[in-house]
């Protein structure tokens, strides 16, 4: 039998996508590069600091994010520390016929309400279409 002590609800997730005319190689590729994030407007200041961690100047203001891409397995999640949160985002970039799909998949961290979380993802969309534009041209 097993005996599951102590575990909480999961909490809420959301889920965005991005599909781009784009090959997996160049799709991954673009965001590997977290200087590219720039493009999505949310993001400016981007600069690569120490231990992996690269600095930016974020809609909480100054944040840090630290990429932990798998380019074999399309990953290229990332820890992002700001305004008092910290959280994982998980981001997988997949095949679509000619192009790719890249996912993110936010959890809603422990210190955040569900209203302060739609909050904070509202404008995501915004971001996607810039990297989009960026992307495709």
């Known amino acids: 039998m097993l005996s599951i002590l102590n ?3 999961p909490r809420k ?3 965005k996508t991005l599909v781009t005319k784009r090959n997996l190689t160049d799709t991954f590729d673009f965001f590997d590069n977290v200087k590219n994030w720039e493009t999505g407007g949310a993001l ?3 600069n690569k600091g120490n231990n ?3 600095s930016v100047d974020s809609p909480l203001g100054n944040s840090k ?3 932990r891409s798998n ?3 399309g990953i290229l999640d990332h820890d992002f520390i700001g305004g008092g949160l910290s959280w ?3 981001v997988r970039v997949t095949p679509n016929e000619s192009g790719s799909t890249v996912t993110w998949t936010f959890v809603c961290p422990a210190n955040m309400s569900e209203d302060q979380f739609e909050e904070q993802l509202k404008n ?4 996607i279409n810039g990297w989009k534009k960026a992307l495709e041209k």
């Open 65 to 67: 994010v630290k990429p």
């Open 52 to 54: 992996g961690w690269w």
């Open 88 to 90: 994982t985002v998980f």
């Open 124 to 127: 995501f969309d915004h971001e």
């Open 71 to 73: 380019k074999q397995f």
């Open 44 to 46: 400016k200041s981007i």
């Open 13 to 15: 997730v959301i889920v």
């Open 7 to 9: 575990m909480n609800e």
